[in-house]
């Protein structure tokens, strides 16, 4: 036990420096924090390895934030948008996850060898699915830093983000159901035919919407009877972990799922934002950190051929032309310019720790091999780096809307925290 405390001291450390490094760097604090793991441990100082105590908090880490972005979820905001953003938003998933499975398949073929073995049509599924998270965080920070997080493009770049994030976690819900398989926390995810995913998610969402009804209002009550006190967000916390713990148990939901519908029920609460910033606490300080450590740390370089780095290459293009080419086509459609449509489509090219968690998951439930995480963190870094440049390009020229111009859209110039 006394080692867990050592453990635990380097990744909090390396976390840290490493992330102020990748801060600087123009970068996200979550990339730094990878690369700190990759550091410290296997691939390189061997300084730590991912144990059961660390997959344990790894766990609880994903959670919580899943649950922060829940809370951070504005339903108001999404309902203003309209059509464009949510068909910006399907766009956004299902190209990539059609570019994402045609591309595996086409590696396999190529290079039968590298098929992870077991059912690769189910792979190839998951491979798109990684594919079609965006990270409204990143794009959140880098359209407020041009001036233009308010404009009619910037809010519908960032409805359409998080309308993705809920439809991807969907899309991974029904694609870990027909996999099957057992996680790391000891979850039984039985395989099932289609049809029975489809009833399950059903049931569950019937079920969220019923507790979620109930909940929120006994929540209003609590907020009205003892606001900004913090017994409020111990039993938003109680919560999560009871609709992380059913959704997984009862219905062979992914817990984060449940953790996310925990955050979507009290995003509405006047103590929401009281809620979000305390849970950042516990995630900034020791759930987060470890969570994205531990994707680093358990990274070798064992398996790693010029295939896999052809593979990754490959992945990345394809992750990030999905996007640009299905999100900026929809939006063309509904009448923008091509340049503006090539913003939509350039500002849902970032990802983030949404497809960091979907491919954690694959891993837990032994979709995706460790190896190809790889492709997963290069996809974060380019596009983290890129986008932002290329947004600044894009906007080059314009005027920024001035506060009173779009003062009905919903987008507020709070940005989520890094962890």
């Known amino acids: 036990m006394v080692d867990c405390f050592k453990n635990l001291a380097i990744i909090l450390i390396s976390a840290k420096l490493m992330g102020l490094l990748a801060k600087k760097c123009k970068a996200p604090q979550v990339v730094g924090q990878i690369l700190a793991g990759l550091i410290i441990g296997q691939a390189v100082l061997g300084l730590v390895a991912a144990d059961s105590?660390?997959?344990?908090?790894?766990?609880?880490?994903?959670?919580?934030?899943?649950f922060s972005a829940g809370l951070e979820t504005n339903l108001r905001d999404l309902l203003k948008t309209g059509p464009v953003?949510?068909?910006?938003?399907?766009?956004?998933?299902?190209?990539?996850l059609g570019g994402g499975?045609?591309?595996?398949?086409?590696?396999?073929?190529?290079?039968?060898?590298?098929?992870?073995?077991?059912?690769?049509f189910n792979q190839a599924?998951?491979?798109?699915?990684?594919?079609?998270a965006t990270s409204v965080s990143i794009t959140v920070q880098a359209l407020r830093e041009l001036g233009h997080?308010?404009?009619?493009i910037g809010t519908t770049i960032v409805s359409a983000a998080i309308i993705d994030d809920v439809i991807g976690i969907?899309?991974?819900?029904?694609?870990?159901?027909?996999?099957?398989?057992?996680?790391?926390?000891?979850?039984?995810?039985?395989?099932?035919?289609?049809?029975?995913?489809?009833?399950?998610?059903?049931?569950?969402?019937?079920?969220?919407?019923?507790?979620g009804f109930l909940m929120y209002f006994l929540f209003k009550f609590l907020d009205k009877k003892f606001y900004h006190q913090r017994r409020i967000p111990i039993f938003g916390l109680v919560l999560c972990f009871l609709m992380a713990y059913c959704a997984e148990t009862f219905f062979g939901i992914a817990d984060i799922t449940?953790?996310?519908?925990a955050g979507i029920i009290l995003c509405n609460l006047r103590d929401a934002e009281y809620i979000a910033g305390k849970m950042d606490i516990s995630s900034y300080m020791l759930f987060g950190p470890v969570f994205f450590a531990s994707i680093g740390l358990n990274i070798t370089f064992d398996g790693f051929t010029l295939d896999l780095l052809w593979f990754s290459l490959a992945f990345v293009v394809v992750a990030l032309a999905g996007k640009v080419i299905g999100c900026g086509l929809v939006s063309k459609a509904f009448g923008n310019s091509w340049k503006d449509s090539l913003k939509i489509g350039v500002g849902m090219m970032t990802r983030g720790e949404v497809a960091l968690i979907v491919a954690n998951k694959g891993l837990a439930v032994g979709m995706v091999e460790?190896?190809?995480?790889?492709?997963?963190?290069?996809?974060?870094?380019?596009?983290s780096i890129s986008v932002p440049i290329l947004l600044k390009l894009l906007f080059k020229g314009e005027k920024t809307p001035g506060d009173g111009e779009h003062p009905d859209h919903g987008v507020t110039d709070e940005v989520p925290a890094e962890y």
Request: aromatic share 12%; hydrophobic share 60%.
């Open 53 to 66: 105590f660390i997959k344990t908090l790894a766990e609880i880490g994903v959670v919580i934030l899943m």
């Open 85 to 96: 953003a949510l068909c910006v938003a399907l766009a956004g998933v299902l190209v990539p």
């Open 101 to 120: 499975f045609l591309m595996y398949n086409i590696y396999c073929s190529i290079n039968p060898d590298a098929a992870m073995g077991g059912n690769v």
């Open 125 to 132: 599924l998951f491979i798109g699915t990684i594919m079609t």
């Open 149 to 152: 997080l308010k404009s009619r």
């Open 170 to 211: 969907i899309v991974l819900t029904v694609v870990i159901g027909i996999e099957g398989g057992k996680d790391d926390s000891g979850f039984a995810i039985t395989g099932q035919p289609i049809a029975d995913v489809f009833i399950k998610t059903g049931l569950f969402i019937a079920f969220s919407f019923g507790v």
């Open 258 to 261: 449940g953790a996310y519908v």
């Open 370 to 383: 460790q190896r190809y995480f790889l492709a997963v963190i290069l996809l974060i870094v380019v596009s």
